[in-house]
Structure formats: C-alpha cells, structure tokens
C-alpha cells in the first residue's frame, strides 16, 4: 500500500518513508492501516476506537489522541510532506496534500 513516499508492506508488516524505515508499535501499525485503507476519508475518534480497538468509545477517554499524536510523530515528524492531518471537530485523515497543492 503507498501513500506519497510512505509504503506499508502487509505482508512484513514494515512501514517505510522513502528509505526510512518507520518502527511502529502493534497498536500505531493497526492504526497506520485503518487510516491508509481508508485514504482521503476522515475517520472520527468513534470509528478509530472501533475499528482499532475494537471498543465502544468513551468521549472522557484520550486514547485515540494519545495514539494519533505518538504515530504523527513517527510517521510525519521528520518528514516534509505531512501525510497524517487533523479536521477540527471531525476526525483524521491519512492523505497526500501536497499533490493537490501543486496541482
């Protein structure tokens, strides 16, 4: 699966930036996948849980924020092209924005 520079090998469950290779714990990977599979889509923090967790979310609990921001860190921090973005109020989504910036 590719998205820009990032590549998820399902197989090997190894995720790479370009020539990086990202180490991703089993949680953040599940998570990475959830969102990759559903590229362009905004996922609400609802659906996360769900979806990776396999729980009915809690709005007092923060685990999905916890998570969103320790993947961002691996996934984007050291890396120009964002991937990993926020819509305020709604959820996440995994996309390229730079191609549409450019085009």
């Known amino acids: 699966?590719?998205?820009?520079?990032?590549?998820?090998?399902?197989?090997?469950?190894?995720?790479?930036r370009?020539?990086?290779?990202?180490?991703?714990?089993a949680k953040e990977y599940a998570l990475l996948c959830v969102l990759a599979?559903?590229?362009g889509e905004i996922l609400s923090k609802?659906?996360?849980?769900e979806l990776v967790w396999d729980i009915n979310f809690d709005?007092?609990?923060?685990?999905?924020?916890v998570a969103i921001k320790r993947l961002r860190a691996k996934l984007d921090g050291p890396f120009e092209?964002?991937?990993l973005?926020?819509?305020r109020g709604m959820g996440y989504v995994l996309e390229n924005r730079a191609l549409a910036e450019s085009g």
């Open 18 to 25: 370009g020539n990086t290779r990202l180490e991703l714990t």
């Open 85 to 87: 973005h926020t819509i």
């Open 37 to 39: 599979q559903r590229s």
């Open 46 to 49: 609802t659906a996360i849980a």
């Open 81 to 83: 092209n964002k991937l």
């Open 1 to 16: 699966m590719r998205i820009a520079d990032l590549s998820i090998d399902l197989l090997s469950r190894k995720v790479f």
């Open 59 to 65: 709005t007092d609990t923060n685990v999905v924020e």
